[in-house]
C-alpha cells in the first residue's frame, strides 16, 4: 500500500539541515569524477541537497497516524544494516531515518552499495507498488533528475535549454544506457577492436581525434629548437599611445607576474628604447623577482591605460575605441609578408619538455609570430558558416547580470571574436577531427568540445598564482582580459584537448546507473505530461535576473549546432527568429528581449513562475508531493513567487534553507546566513479546501511558530535558518485554504503592505513576520515586552540573533578554494556583499524590526549605518567617540568615576568638542521621551565593553559597581547579548572581560 494522502512525508516535520548543508558546501570542492564537471551549467544545486530532499520527500513520517505499518517494519529491517541503536519506537524510528538521511548526503557516501541499498530499499518500502515518478521541468544540469535515479525512482528531466539538454542527456541517458557497453571501434590501423564501457570507448575515440586534429593542426604550434613544446602564449592587446610627440604602441597588461608559486618567481619587466627615426618601444625581458617591488606596476588600471614610455594615460575611452577598431584586438595585425604591424602583440611563451612537469618562460621568437600568419592565412580562406559568426547580444540583461554584453563595448561583436584566428582554426580542427567518430560517441565528446572552447577564448587569463589556464567562464562576469593567454590544446596541459575528455570519462566512469531517465526539451510552462501523472515534482528554477541561462549558452550552442547539425535537441525551435538559445520563452528578467511588447522585466518572471507552478500542479496527482528550490537573498520578491504558488493551487507545508556557504568562512559568518535557498514542500490543494476564517488562520499560524521555533533552537537550527524555516509551517495554515476571509467577508492576501492596520490590506505575511520577530526576541531576551528594554537592544538582539548560522556539528570541513578548469557554480546564491561588521538586507531588516516598534531612522549613525541596501550593525569600537566623548581617542585621556557618576549625563559635564554624540529621541517602553543625552542600557554595556578593551579597569570595576546596584537589567542584556555575538567577534572578547569583571564586583 503506497502513502496515504494524510500521511505527513519525513520533510514535513523534520530535516537534518545542518548535516546536508555541510555536505552541500563541502560538494563544491570535488571535481575528478563528479557529475557536475560533464560541462559547465550555471547554478548547478549539491547533489547532496537533492538527495536528502527527495529521500524527505518520498518517504513518510513513522510518527504519524497513517504511516503504513509495512513502511516501519522494512525501514527497521533496512536500517539495522547500518546502526546498532534502536529503532523500537516511531520517534527512534524517525530520529534514525534522519540521521541515514544527513548521513547519505555524504558524497563520499553517494555510490556506496550499502547506503544504496539502505535508501533504495527505503524507497521502494514506502512505495511498494509503483515506482515513483519525479519530475523537474527546469533540469540545467541535471542534479535533481541524477539524484532521482540514483535512489531508483523514475525521473522526467526537461529544459528549455538545448545546451542544457545536451547535458541532460548525456548525465541522465547515455551514461546510464552505454557506461558498461561494449564498443566495436577502430584501432590505429583501421582493425575492428572491443572496448568496454563508454569511458574507455572515449578515452581512445578522443586520441584518435586529437591525432587527426593534429595532423592538421601541429604546424601552427611549432616545437622550439631543443625540443620544448609550447603550452600557452601569453598575449597582450595593444593601444597606441596618443601624447603629442610619443605615439609609442601600449601593451595592456593587467600584471607582469609570470608565476607567482613560491620558489619559482618569474615575472616581466622592460627597457624603454628610443629610435632615432620612430616611436619609442618597449623591449621585455623576464627575470626572477626578489620582491614584489621589482615587478613594474601593471600599464592598465580600470581600463585607462599609461604608456610605459611617456607614463600619459591614455582614458578608458580613448582605449575603447581603439580597440572597437581592432575588433577586441586579439589577432595580431600583419603586413602583406607576415611582418608584424599592431594588434595584440606576444609577451611570452610557457613551454614544457615532454620528460619533465616544469614549465619554462621564453621570450617571443620569430617562429611564433610566423604560425599565427599562417593561420591567419587559412582562417581568411575558411567558408564563413564554418565559424560561429552570430550576434552577441550587446544589451545587458538587467542591472544584476551582464551576461555576455561586456566585451561588445570593444568591438567583440560576434561569437567569433572570441577567439583569436588560431583558436578559430584549432577548435574548427577539432570539430572536423570529430566527424568520423560513431554518433553516440561524438555527441559525448562534444561536451568535451565544450570545454576546449572554454580555454581557447582570448578571454582567457594565465593564472600566474597556478600556473595555469583559467576559462573564459571561470568568474561569474565575462569580461575584456586585457593580457590574455592562448593555450594550445595539442599539449597534455591543462586546457588540453585530452584533459577534457578525460574529465567526461571520470564521469561516466563514476555515476553508474543502470536506468535512465527521459530528457526532454520543453518549456515549464507548457509541460508535455498528462494530467495527474506524477509523483513528485521537485524543481530549481531561475531567480528574477541572476543568470541569464541562454546568453551564457550560447557560448556553446554556436559551436555545438555546427559540430552536430542534425542532432534532434539542438535543431528544435521554440522561436524561429533566432538562430541562437531560444530567449523569448525563458523564464529570467532580462531586458533585452521583448514581450508582448514590454521587456522581460520582474513582472514577466513572476507571471512566467506562476504559469509553471500552474503546469506542476495540472500534472501532480492530488497524493504527490512537491518541493520548489528559491533563493533567499531578500525577502523582496518572495511574496509573488508564493502568491504564483498559492493561486496555482499549491498549498506550503513545509520550507528548509540549504546554506551551501561554510560557516566558517568570514563572509559567510557575517553576512551568508541571509543568503542561501529554501527549500518550499508543497502539495496540491484539494479542489473543494474551502474558505478560511481569518482569526483562526492567524491563531494557527502564530501557534505553529511558537512551538516550531523553540525545537528548532534545540535541533541547532538558527537565526535566518530559523525563520526560513518557520515560513513554511507558518504557511501551510493560509494556503490550505482556497482564501481566507476576515469576519467582515474582506479577503487577506498573501503579500500586502506591511505599514497597513487591517488584514486586507497587511496581508498574511507581514504577520508571520511580525510573529517571528515577537518569538525570536522572547527567546533571546526573555519576555522582551515586560523586561522593557529600549529599541536599540531589541534591535541589536534581533539583528544578532537573525545573523546565527545552524550549528554544522562540527562538520564544517574547510572548502578547498575551486578554480579548476572553469567549472566552477555559478551561485544564485551568492553571500550579500560583506560591508564590514555584521550586516543585512535592507528588506530583511525592515520586516523583522518594523513589527517590533522600531523606529531605525533614530538609531542610524548610532548603532547602525544604511548603505546601498545593506543594513550594518556599527562595531562597537567605532561608538568610541558617541559613548566616552572625542578624548577617549587621546592616549593621555582620563576619565574618573565622577564623570560618569554625573547621572548617565555625561556630555554634560564634558567640553562640546567631548560631548557624547547621542542625538536621538529614544521612546521608552511607556512612551515616555527620555534625554536624548541620556545613556540607553545597550549604551552602557557598549561603554563598559570600551573600557575594558581600552584597558580602564579600575574605571570600569566602579562603573559596574554603580551598574549591578541600580537594577538587573544591565547584567541580564549582558548576558543576553553574549551569547548572541559572534564567536570570535571583537564584541564577544569584550563583552567577556565585561562579564568577568562584574563577577568580581559580586
Ligand atoms: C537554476 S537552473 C537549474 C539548475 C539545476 N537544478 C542544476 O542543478 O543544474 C534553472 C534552469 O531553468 C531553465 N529554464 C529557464 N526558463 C525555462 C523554461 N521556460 N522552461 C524550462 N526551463 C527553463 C534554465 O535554462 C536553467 O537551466
Ligand atoms: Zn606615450
Given at each position: 500500500?503506497?502513502?496515504?494522502?494524510?500521511?505527513?512525508?519525513?520533510?514535513?516535520?523534520?530535516?537534518p539541515?545542518?548535516a546536508?548543508s555541510?555536505?552541500?558546501?563541502?560538494e563544491?570542492?570535488?571535481?575528478?569524477?563528479h557529475?557536475?564537471?560533464?560541462?559547465?551549467?550555471w547554478?548547478r544545486?549539491?547533489?547532496?541537497?537533492?538527495?536528502?530532499v527527495?529521500?524527505?520527500?518520498?518517504?513518510p513520517?513513522?510518527c504519524?497516524?497513517?504511516?503504513p505499518a509495512d513502511?516501519k517494519?522494512?525501514?527497521?529491517?533496512?536500517?539495522e544494516k547500518r546502526y546498532?541503536?534502536s529503532?523500537?519506537?516511531d520517534?527512534?524510528?524517525?530520529?534514525i531515518?534522519?540521521?541515514?538521511?544527513?548521513e547519505f548526503?555524504n558524497w563520499?557516501h553517494?555510490?556506496?552499495?550499502m547506503?544504496?541499498?539502505v535508501g533504495r530499499?527505503?524507497?521502494k518500502?514506502a512505495?511498494p507498488?509503483?515506482?515513483?515518478?519525479?519530475?523537474?521541468?527546469?533540469s540545467g544540469?541535471?542534479?535533481i533528475p541524477?539524484?532521482?535515479l540514483r535512489?531508483?525512482?523514475?525521473?522526467?528531466?526537461?529544459?528549455?535549454n538545448p545546451v542544457?539538454c545536451?547535458?541532460?542527456?548525456t548525465l541522465l541517458?547515455?551514461?546510464?544506457r552505454?557506461?558498461?557497453?561494449e564498443f566495436?571501434?577502430k584501432?590505429?590501423k583501421?582493425k575492428e577492436?572491443?572496448?568496454?564501457?563508454?569511458?574507455?570507448?572515449?578515452?581512445?575515440?578522443?586520441?584518435q581525434?586529437?591525432q587527426?586534429?593534429?595532423k592538421?593542426l601541429?604546424?601552427?604550434?611549432?616545437p622550439?629548437?631543443?625540443?620544448a613544446?609550447?603550452?600557452a602564449?601569453?598575449?597582450?592587446r595593444t593601444v597606441r599611445c596618443e601624447?603629442?610627440?610619443c605615439?609609442?604602441?601600449?601593451?595592456?597588461?593587467?600584471?607582469?607576474?609570470?608565476c607567482?608559486?613560491?620558489?619559482?618567481?618569474?615575472a616581466l619587466r622592460y627597457?624603454?628604447?628610443r629610435p632615432k627615426?620612430?616611436e619609442p618601444?618597449?623591449r621585455f625581458e623576464?627575470?626572477t623577482?626578489?620582491?614584489?617591488?621589482d615587478?613594474?606596476?601593471g600599464?592598465?588600471?580600470?581600463?585607462?591605460?599609461?604608456?610605459p614610455?611617456c607614463n600619459?594615460?591614455l582614458p578608458?575611452a580613448?582605449?575603447?575605441?581603439?580597440?572597437v577598431?581592432q575588433r577586441?584586438?586579439?589577432?595580431?595585425?600583419?603586413?602583406?609578408?607576415?611582418?608584424?604591424?599592431g594588434?595584440?602583440?606576444?609577451?611570452?611563451v610557457?613551454t614544457q619538455?615532454?620528460?619533465?612537469?616544469?614549465k619554462?618562460?621564453?621570450?617571443?621568437?620569430a617562429?611564433?609570430?610566423?604560425?599565427?600568419?599562417?593561420?591567419?592565412k587559412?582562417?581568411a580562406?575558411?567558408?564563413?558558416?564554418?565559424?560561429p559568426?552570430?550576434q552577441?547580444n550587446p544589451?545587458?540583461p538587467?542591472?544584476n547580470?551582464?551576461g555576455l554584453?561586456a566585451?561588445?563595448?570593444?568591438?567583440?561583436?560576434?561569437?567569433?571574436?572570441l577567439?583569436t584566428?588560431?583558436?578559430?582554426?584549432?577548435?574548427?580542427g577539432?570539430?572536423?577531427?570529430?566527424?568520423s567518430?560513431?554518433?553516440l560517441l561524438?555527441?559525448v565528446?562534444?561536451?568535451?568540445?565544450?570545454k576546449?572552447?572554454n580555454a581557447s577564448?582570448?578571454l582567457c587569463r594565465?593564472?600566474s598564482?597556478?600556473?595555469?589556464?583559467?576559462?573564459?567562464f571561470s568568474k561569474?562576469?565575462v569580461?575584456?582580459v586585457?593580457?590574455?593567454?592562448?593555450g594550445n590544446?595539442l599539449?597534455?596541459?591543462?586546457?588540453?584537448?585530452?584533459?577534457?575528455?578525460?574529465?567526461?570519462?571520470?564521469?561516466s566512469?563514476n555515476?553508474?546507473s543502470?536506468e535512465?531517465?527521459?530528457?526532454?526539451?520543453a518549456?515549464?510552462?507548457?509541460?508535455?505530461l498528462?494530467d495527474?501523472?506524477?509523483?513528485?515534482?521537485?524543481t530549481d528554477?531561475?531567480y528574477?535576473?541572476?543568470i541569464?541561462?541562454?546568453?551564457?549558452?550560447?557560448?556553446f550552442?554556436v559551436w555545438?549546432?555546427?559540430?552536430l547539425?542534425?542532432?534532434p535537441?539542438?535543431t528544435?525551435?521554440?522561436d524561429?527568429?533566432?538562430?541562437?538559445?531560444?530567449k523569448?520563452e525563458?523564464?529570467?528578467w532580462n531586458q533585452?528581449?521583448?514581450?508582448?511588447g514590454?521587456p522581460?522585466?520582474?513582472?514577466?518572471?513572476?507571471?512566467?513562475m506562476?504559469?509553471?507552478f500552474?503546469?506542476?500542479r495540472?500534472?501532480?496527482?492530488?497524493d504527490?508531493?512537491?518541493?520548489v528550490?528559491?533563493?533567499?537573498?531578500?525577502t523582496e520578491?518572495?511574496?509573488?513567487?508564493?502568491?504564483?504558488?498559492?493561486r496555482?493551487g499549491?498549498m506550503?507545508?513545509?520550507?528548509?534553507?540549504i546554506?551551501?556557504?561554510?560557516?566558517?568562512?568570514?563572509?559567510?559568518?557575517?553576512?551568508a546566513a541571509?543568503?542561501g535557498?529554501?527549500?518550499l514542500?508543497?502539495r496540491?490543494?484539494?479542489l473543494?479546501a474551502g474558505?478560511?476564517?481569518?482569526s483562526e488562520?492567524?491563531?494557527a499560524m502564530?501557534k505553529?511558530?511558537?512551538?516550531w521555533?523553540?525545537?528548532l533552537t534545540?535541533?541547532?537550527v538558527?537565526?535566518a535558518d530559523?525563520?526560513f524555516?518557520?515560513?513554511?509551517p507558518?504557511l501551510?495554515?493560509?494556503?490550505k485554504?482556497e482564501?481566507?476571509?476576515t469576519?467582515?467577508?474582506r479577503?487577506?492576501?498573501?503579500?500586502g503592505?506591511?505599514?497597513?492596520?487591517?488584514?486586507?490590506e497587511?496581508?498574511f505575511?507581514a504577520?508571520?513576520?511580525?510573529?517571528?520577530?515577537?518569538?525570536?526576541?522572547?527567546?533571546?531576551?526573555?519576555?522582551?515586552q515586560?523586561?522593557?528594554?529600549?529599541?536599540?537592544a531589541r534591535l541589536?538582539?534581533?539583528f544578532?540573533?537573525?545573523l546565527q548560522?545552524?550549528k554544522?556539528n562540527?562538520?564544517g570541513k574547510k572548502?578547498a578554494?575551486?578554480?579548476?578548469?572553469?567549472?566552477?557554480?555559478g551561485?544564485?546564491?551568492?553571500p550579500?556583499k560583506?560591508?564590514?561588521g555584521l550586516?543585512?538586507?535592507f528588506?530583511?531588516?525592515?520586516r523583522l524590526t518594523?513589527?517590533?516598534?522600531?523606529?531605525?531612522?533614530?538609531?542610524?549613525?548610532?548603532i547602525?549605518?544604511?548603505d546601498?541596501?545593506?543594513?550594518?550593525?556599527l562595531?562597537?569600537?567605532e561608538r568610541?567617540?558617541q559613548?566616552?566623548?572625542e578624548r577617549?581617542?587621546r592616549?593621555d585621556?582620563?576619565f574618573n568615576?565622577?564623570?560618569?557618576?554625573?547621572?548617565?549625563l555625561?556630555?554634560?559635564?564634558?567640553?562640546?568638542?567631548?560631548?557624547p554624540k547621542?542625538?536621538s529621541k529614544t521612546?521608552?517602553k511607556?512612551?515616555n521621551?527620555?534625554?536624548?543625552?541620556e545613556l540607553?542600557?545597550?549604551?552602557r554595556i557598549?561603554?563598559?565593553m570600551?573600557?575594558?578593551?581600552?584597558g580602564?579597569?579600575t574605571l570600569?570595576?566602579?562603573?559596574?559597581?554603580d551598574?549591578?546596584?541600580?537594577?538587573?537589567?544591565?547584567?541580564?542584556l549582558?548576558?543576553?547579548?553574549?551569547?548572541?555575538?559572534p564567536?570570535?567577534?571583537?564584541?564577544?572578547r569584550?563583552?567577556?572581560?565585561?562579564?568577568?569583571?562584574?563577577?568580581?564586583?559580586?
Amino acid at each position: 500500500m503506497s502513502i496515504p494522502k494524510e500521511c505527513k512525508r519525513l520533510i514535513e516535520v523534520d530535516f537534518p539541515i545542518a548535516a546536508v548543508s555541510a555536505h552541500s558546501a563541502r560538494e563544491k570542492s570535488i571535481r575528478h569524477g563528479h557529475p557536475s564537471t560533464l560541462h559547465l551549467w550555471w547554478a548547478r544545486r549539491p547533489l547532496a541537497a537533492c538527495r536528502s530532499v527527495l529521500l524527505g520527500l518520498l518517504l513518510p513520517d513513522p510518527c504519524d497516524k497513517h504511516c503504513p505499518a509495512d513502511f516501519k517494519k522494512k525501514a527497521r529491517e533496512l536500517l539495522e544494516k547500518r546502526y546498532n541503536e534502536s529503532t523500537k519506537t516511531d520517534e527512534l524510528l524517525r530520529e534514525i531515518l534522519l540521521k541515514f538521511i544527513g548521513e547519505f548526503a555524504n558524497w563520499d557516501h553517494a555510490a556506496n552499495a550499502m547506503y544504496l541499498e539502505v535508501g533504495r530499499g527505503l524507497v521502494k518500502a514506502a512505495h511498494p507498488d509503483e515506482t515513483p515518478v519525479v519530475v523537474d521541468p527546469f533540469s540545467g544540469g541535471g542534479s535533481i533528475p541524477l539524484e532521482a535515479l540514483r535512489l531508483g525512482c523514475e525521473a522526467f528531466a526537461s529544459d528549455l535549454n538545448p545546451v542544457a539538454c545536451l547535458i541532460l542527456k548525456t548525465l541522465l541517458e547515455d551514461i546510464p544506457r552505454y557506461g558498461n557497453a561494449e564498443f566495436k571501434l577502430k584501432d590505429d590501423k583501421g582493425k575492428e577492436i572491443i572496448v568496454q564501457g563508454l569511458a574507455d570507448a572515449l578515452r581512445h575515440v578522443g586520441k584518435q581525434v586529437k591525432q587527426a586534429a593534429e595532423k592538421e593542426l601541429a604546424q601552427y604550434y611549432p616545437p622550439d629548437p631543443d625540443g620544448a613544446k609550447p603550452i600557452a602564449y601569453l598575449w597582450a592587446r595593444t593601444v597606441r599611445c596618443e601624447a603629442v610627440g610619443c605615439g609609442a604602441e601600449i601593451p595592456l597588461l593587467r600584471s607582469f607576474w609570470l608565476c607567482n608559486k613560491a620558489g619559482r618567481k618569474r615575472a616581466l619587466r622592460y627597457a624603454v628604447e628610443r629610435p632615432k627615426n620612430g616611436e619609442p618601444f618597449v623591449r621585455f625581458e623576464i627575470f626572477t623577482p626578489k620582491t614584489d617591488k621589482d615587478i613594474p606596476a601593471g600599464t592598465v588600471h580600470k581600463a585607462d591605460a599609461t604608456c610605459p614610455c611617456c607614463n600619459v594615460v591614455l582614458p578608458a575611452a580613448r582605449v575603447r575605441s581603439q580597440l572597437v577598431v581592432q575588433r577586441g584586438g586579439a589577432d595580431v595585425q600583419f603586413d602583406a609578408k607576415g611582418n608584424r604591424i599592431g594588434g595584440s602583440t606576444l609577451l611570452g611563451v610557457v613551454t614544457q619538455r615532454e620528460e619533465t612537469s616544469g614549465k619554462t618562460f621564453r621570450l617571443p621568437a620569430a617562429s611564433d609570430y610566423k604560425a599565427v600568419f599562417s593561420a591567419q592565412k587559412v582562417v581568411a580562406k575558411m567558408p564563413k558558416s564554418d565559424l560561429p559568426d552570430e550576434q552577441i547580444n550587446p544589451i545587458r540583461p538587467s542591472p544584476n547580470a551582464r551576461g555576455l554584453s561586456a566585451p561588445t563595448r570593444y568591438g567583440i561583436e560576434t561569437f567569433g571574436d572570441l577567439f583569436t584566428a588560431r583558436q578559430k582554426l584549432l577548435l574548427r580542427g577539432f570539430a572536423d577531427a570529430s566527424e568520423s567518430a560513431d554518433s553516440l560517441l561524438r555527441e559525448v565528446l562534444s561536451l568535451a568540445f565544450g570545454k576546449l572552447a572554454n580555454a581557447s577564448t582570448s578571454l582567457c587569463r594565465w593564472d600566474s598564482s597556478r600556473d595555469n589556464i583559467q576559462g573564459i567562464f571561470s568568474k561569474q562576469a565575462v569580461q575584456v582580459v586585457w593580457d590574455f593567454c592562448e593555450g594550445n590544446p595539442l599539449s597534455s596541459a591543462t586546457g588540453g584537448f585530452l584533459s577534457a575528455v578525460e574529465w567526461v570519462a571520470a564521469v561516466s566512469e563514476n555515476w553508474l546507473s543502470s536506468e535512465s531517465a527521459q530528457v526532454q526539451c520543453a518549456d515549464a510552462c507548457r509541460s508535455p505530461l498528462p494530467d495527474k501523472s506524477i509523483n513528485v515534482w521537485f524543481t530549481d528554477p531561475p531567480y528574477y535576473d541572476s543568470i541569464p541561462y541562454a546568453d551564457l549558452s550560447d557560448f556553446f550552442y554556436v559551436w555545438l549546432k555546427r559540430i552536430l547539425p542534425k542532432h534532434p535537441l539542438l535543431t528544435l525551435r521554440f522561436d524561429p527568429t533566432t538562430k541562437l538559445t531560444p530567449k523569448i520563452e525563458e523564464c529570467v528578467w532580462n531586458q533585452s528581449y521583448i514581450v508582448d511588447g514590454k521587456p522581460k522585466d520582474g513582472a514577466f518572471f513572476e507571471h512566467a513562475m506562476a504559469r509553471a507552478f500552474a503546469e506542476g500542479r495540472r500534472v501532480m496527482s492530488d497524493d504527490g508531493i512537491s518541493c520548489v528550490v528559491f533563493a533567499h537573498k531578500t525577502t523582496e520578491g518572495w511574496e509573488s513567487l508564493l502568491t504564483g504558488m498559492f493561486r496555482a493551487g499549491w498549498m506550503i507545508t513545509a520550507s528548509w534553507p540549504i546554506t551551501t556557504e561554510m560557516a566558517n568562512r568570514t563572509v559567510a559568518r557575517d553576512t551568508a546566513a541571509l543568503a542561501g535557498s529554501v527549500h518550499l514542500v508543497c502539495r496540491p490543494r484539494d479542489l473543494n479546501a474551502g474558505v478560511g476564517d481569518w482569526s483562526e488562520v492567524k491563531t494557527a499560524m502564530e501557534k505553529r511558530i511558537r512551538e516550531w521555533l523553540p525545537t528548532l533552537t534545540k535541533h541547532g537550527v538558527r537565526g535566518a535558518d530559523a525563520i526560513f524555516s518557520c515560513l513554511g509551517p507558518a504557511l501551510e495554515s493560509y494556503s490550505k485554504f482556497e482564501k481566507v476571509l476576515t469576519q467582515a467577508d474582506r479577503e487577506v492576501p498573501l503579500g500586502g503592505d506591511p505599514e497597513a492596520s487591517e488584514p486586507q490590506e497587511r496581508g498574511f505575511l507581514a504577520y508571520v513576520f511580525e510573529t517571528l520577530s515577537k518569538e525570536a526576541l522572547r527567546q533571546v531576551l526573555g519576555d522582551a515586552q515586560t523586561e522593557g528594554y529600549e529599541e536599540d537592544a531589541r534591535l541589536t538582539a534581533l539583528f544578532l540573533w537573525t545573523l546565527q548560522t545552524t550549528k554544522t556539528n562540527g562538520n564544517g570541513k574547510k572548502a578547498a578554494e575551486v578554480t579548476g578548469d572553469g567549472e566552477d557554480e555559478g551561485d544564485e546564491e551568492k553571500p550579500a556583499k560583506a560591508v564590514g561588521g555584521l550586516s543585512m538586507p535592507f528588506d530583511t531588516f525592515i520586516r523583522l524590526t518594523r513589527p517590533m516598534g522600531i523606529h531605525y531612522p533614530d538609531l542610524q549613525g548610532r548603532i547602525i549605518e544604511i548603505d546601498k541596501g545593506i543594513v550594518q550593525l556599527l562595531p562597537v569600537h567605532e561608538r568610541m567617540e558617541q559613548l566616552l566623548g572625542e578624548r577617549a581617542n587621546r592616549k593621555d585621556a582620563e576619565f574618573n568615576i565622577q564623570d560618569f557618576r554625573q547621572g548617565e549625563l555625561f556630555s554634560k559635564q564634558a567640553t562640546k568638542s567631548d560631548a557624547p554624540k547621542l542625538a536621538s529621541k529614544t521612546q521608552t517602553k511607556s512612551g515616555n521621551q527620555k534625554d536624548p543625552n541620556e545613556l540607553t542600557t545597550l549604551d552602557r554595556i557598549h561603554r563598559s565593553m570600551l573600557l575594558f578593551s581600552l584597558g580602564r579597569s579600575t574605571l570600569l570595576r566602579q562603573v559596574l559597581e554603580d551598574e549591578m546596584q541600580k537594577n538587573k537589567r544591565f547584567e541580564r542584556l549582558a548576558l543576553s547579548l553574549n551569547a548572541l555575538y559572534p564567536e570570535g567577534s571583537d564584541e564577544r572578547r569584550m563583552l567577556e572581560g565585561v562579564q568577568a569583571a562584574m563577577r568580581g564586583v559580586k
